[in-house]
């Protein structure tokens, strides 16, 4: 069967129903649904369209019409729809997320904090709007303040899987790994399958010189998310720190196919390259010194398509890191 029949195949019954039924909302909303998932994104907008000209208010087809127009990398369509969406509901936390990320990502973090910030004055019991705070001040650096609102969250709803991450990534960059970890084990306890969270994991075992058990972390998420460069780089460093050269030079390489601007991929690379007595191109090595982030970002903040970072994806090494390996290369083995 060939992927037009299974596209027809999946759209028959709504088809059948709008026969009967040309108002029916839920029909137009399964059309949408179908062609989203075969990445026919303007089809499935048109779709969405006249599910909310039916049911202008319902908060599943909003989300819907935000996620797709998204996917059609129309950031401010997406954002008003968010802001519309959390006029009507403003516990929706999965809102609350997606809508800070793209604000994050576009640089606009006082609008991102002002939201969120307006949302919990007049209703402090939002777990969303604490997560949404949180991220921001994460990716502003400010990781004490994020926790703060991190745990906030958590008191309101303890199974937020992605706050809990958030958490161990901030207590991660305050130097707090074995708090992180337990932050990112119970992320786990949760939601075993999120390929970020094993990420995050991986790193904190690299942190602390465990080098097996950083590779067991980075392996895991790899098996489920096998085009995350973050990773592979993170398998690649843990490969680096057992004296497995060759095989790191191959997780590194493999990192920067999947994301030839991964900074951190890079400069493990060159450090790779000198173990393994490989000459480095001095100019290269000055190029990716001066793209360095001067600020820790959040592995879903960084400057990527919206389609990845919706599509989710990791946890991000930082420079120190880097330098605490090399030295527990020749201190820590295990």
Partial sequence: MTAYDRLNKALEA???ALKVNPEDA?????KAAVFLKHRRYSESLKAIKKALEIEPENP????????VLLQLNREGDALQVFDRLLEIKPDSDKSWNLKTSVLCRLKQHEKALADSEKALSANPKLAGAWHAKGSVLADLGRYEESIEAYDAALNLNPNLART?????FALYNLDRPVEAMIAYDAALKINPDNAKTWIGKGLVHLKLGKFKRALAACSKAISIKP???DAWYCKGMSLSGLDKNEEALGALERALRLNPDHIEAKKALF?????????LDEDEEERTEEEKPKVKKSMWTRKKPTSEIIKESLGQEKEKIRKISRKNLRTKKE
């Fill in 26 to 30: 839920a029909a137009w909303a399964g």
């Fill in 60 to 67: 599943h087809y909003l989300y819907e019409k935000a996620f």
């Fill in 14 to 16: 709504h088809e059948k």
């Fill in 271 to 279: 450090s790779v390259n000198s173990k393994l007595g490989i000459d």
């Fill in 227 to 229: 085009d995350s460069s």
């Fill in 164 to 168: 809990l991450v958030g958490k161990g």
